[in-house]
């Protein structure tokens, strides 16, 4: 079991006069049809959508980050300004020389419940949902790309936009309470934030098509069954640390060969033949004689059953 020491809590806290603004802008949440988000351009008015957190702990040490959706009160929808989060912390991520796993994750009983709903009501005109739709892939694809092992931990519902988020790591990892929902047909739209490109390419046309048409909930056991989910977590342990150790099969090597196994997987996922044989042909040469090939030699390595 690893245990998390020099961790690092990364919160991104949404400013005085942001909440300011949040407050009144939340106060004309109430009725449905307030008038969308202002138009700043860009994506930061995502920020005017405040509430919940994104927490990320990494353990220099193992190698291991736990990213833990932290709305708890809305079973996990993902604000504005937890959208804004996530990007930091992917983008943090992604230059972690000593990272070797992710393990993302609920607070509470649930893993995600999507987009907040709130937020959703106030910001239905096209411009606005297509740049956090723009926003969502961007970070749910670099999140995918991660030179890190992840695996998302589902304990309760993983809904709609949460259900797209589980399909941006490589595993999936559910409790028995656990179930995956793809509801976006039954809301009048498709996925949002990725999910339907990812989970055709997981599971294939067909399932696909049956999962996102008919938004009906997907059992723990199902998933296994279909290769949706890799594993379910057997009932009385916490899932953080079942998470941990079920993870460290894949995590036993020095960070610079991790991360090298999973760009060489990701470009043969992503790319042309030929693209993804220079960059696997690029990996190689990284690691060949690097500090774990040689003591590899060194230790006259033999691979008994
Ligand atoms: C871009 C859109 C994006 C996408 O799909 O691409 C989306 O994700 S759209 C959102 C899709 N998600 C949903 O439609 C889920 C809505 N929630 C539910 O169906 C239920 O909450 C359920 C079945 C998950 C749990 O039901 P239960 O009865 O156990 O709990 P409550 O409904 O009372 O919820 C407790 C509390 O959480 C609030 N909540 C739940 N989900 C959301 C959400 N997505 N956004 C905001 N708030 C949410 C709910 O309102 C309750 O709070 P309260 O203050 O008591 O109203």
Not at 89 to 106: F, P, Q, R, S, Y
Not at 126 to 154: D, N, Q, W, Y
Not at 243 to 257: H, I, L, M, R, S
Request: hydrophobic share 40%; aromatic share 4%; with cysteine.
């Amino acid at each position: 079991m690893a245990l998390f020491c020099s961790s690092i809590i990364k919160r991104v806290v949404v400013p005085k006069l942001t909440r300011k603004l949040v407050g009144c802008h939340l106060h004309t949440c109430a009725s449905r049809h307030a008038a969308a988000p202002p138009d700043d351009g860009s994506h930061l008015w995502l920020s005017s959508f405040g509430g919940g957190a994104v927490d990320l702990t990494k353990d220099d040490v193992s190698g291991l980050a736990v990213l833990t959706l932290n709305n708890p009160e809305r079973l996990n929808a993902v604000t504005g300004n937890m959208m804004l989060q996530l990007a930091d912390i992917v983008n943090d991520l992604k230059e972690w020389k000593g990272g070797k796993a992710l393990i993302v994750h609920g607070k509470g009983h649930t893993f995600c419940t999507g987009a907040d709903l709130n937020m959703v009501r106030n910001m239905l005109d096209s411009k606005h949902g297509r740049e956090m739709c723009a926003f969502m892939h961007k970070t749910l694809t670099e999140l995918h790309r991660l030179p890190l092992i992840s695996v998302t931990a589902i304990d309760g519902p993983a809904i709609g936009g949460g259900a797209e988020l589980c399909t941006a790591t490589d595993f999936r990892v559910m409790t028995e309470q656990a179930h995956i929902r793809f509801v976006q047909a039954l809301l009048g739209i498709v996925p949002g934030w990725g999910g339907g490109t990812r989970l055709t390419r997981l599971v294939g046309r067909t399932r696909a098509l049956d999962l996102l048409s008919s938004g009906r909930a997907i059992s723990p056991e199902e998933a296994v069954e279909m290769g949706l989910a890799n594993w379910m977590i057997p009932t009385g342990h916490d899932v953080v640390e079942a998470t941990t150790d079920w993870v460290q099969k894949y995590t036993k090597g020095k960070p610079e060969v991790v991360r090298a196994v999973k760009n060489v997987v990701v470009a043969g996922a992503e790319m042309s033949l030929e693209e993804s044989l220079a960059e696997e042909a690029e990996q190689f040469v990284n690691v060949w004689g690097g500090p774990a090939h040689q003591e590899a030699m060194l230790r006259n390595a033999r691979h008994k059953k």
